[in-house]
């Protein structure tokens, strides 16, 4: 018995330090187009799920099921930028998300099944060695995030064309407004009159002279 103890220790502190080697000497390659070992990768996996499971008790201020809110969910789902790596309805991923990350991000169908507190803990805090953010961390509030969980569990029931229509630019979804038509032409103001030419000045007349009187010495 004692041996049996002695040679389980000895091959724990053997694997204890491969594992070591293993990692802090370089041997695991951290590329993204690299494909891990299926151990590591499933080890990783349950270790992240482990520690989502165990923090992940918030409770949601009110009702998922409220049509505005999921609405407002969706709105900022698609202003945030969350479709670029989980898609949204009627819109694939983007192809860094489908092919370039590692570990894939997990599509919205694949988001809709997990439980409301779990979503609400990632979008709040990230995921460390992946491309998820923490929201929480650039000041966006909780009470901004439960929408966002409200969309992603109502998104398998929302048609394709009501989401475009609730993410849909407001200079896109109203139709355009006519053009104003033109100014009216401004009449010219009538040509100012010439100034009246000025009067000649009256002809001076000039009056007979009168007769000359008679003389008295012929009677």
């Known amino acids: 018995m004692r041996f049996l103890l002695a040679l389980i220790g000895f091959l724990a502190i053997v ?8 990692f802090w000497g370089g041997f695991y390659n951290v590329a993204a187009n690299a494909v891990g070992h299926p151990f590591v990768e499933h080890t ?4 992240r799920e482990a520690s989502i499971t165990r923090r992940a008790d918030a409770k949601p201020p009110g009702s998922l099921d409220e049509p505005d809110t999921i ?3 969706a709105q ?3 202003k945030r930028g969350c479709v670029v790596c989980h898609g949204g309805i009627g819109i694939q991923r983007d192809v860094f ?7 894939g991000p997990p599509g919205l169908k694949t988001l809709s099944g997990q439980e ?15 491309g998820m953010p923490s929201f929480g961390k650039v000041g966006v509030k909780d009470e901004d995030i439960w929408p966002i969980v409200a969309f992603i569990k109502k998104s398998q029931s929302i048609s394709p064309e009501d989401y475009k229509a609730w993410t ?33 000045p009256p002809s001076v007349v000039t009056a007979p002279a009168p007769p000359a009187a008679p003389s008295g010495g012929s009677q």
């Not at 990783?44 to 270790?47: D, P, R, T, V, Y």
């Open 116 to 130: 409301p507190a779990e979503i609400f803990w990632v979008i709040r805090n990230g995921i460390r060695m992946t």
């Open 97 to 103: 998300a489908r092919g370039g990350m590692n570990p």
């Open 76 to 78: 900022a789902f698609a």
């Open 44 to 47: 990783l996996q349950s270790i």
């Open 71 to 73: 609405k407002v969910g």
């Open 15 to 22: 694997a204890a330090i491969a594992a070591g080697v293993y």
């Open 168 to 200: 849909m630019p407001a200079a896109e979804s109203a139709p355009a407004a006519p053009p104003a038509p033109p100014p009216a032409a401004v009449a010219a103001p009538p040509a100012a009159a010439a100034p009246p030419a000025p009067e000649a």
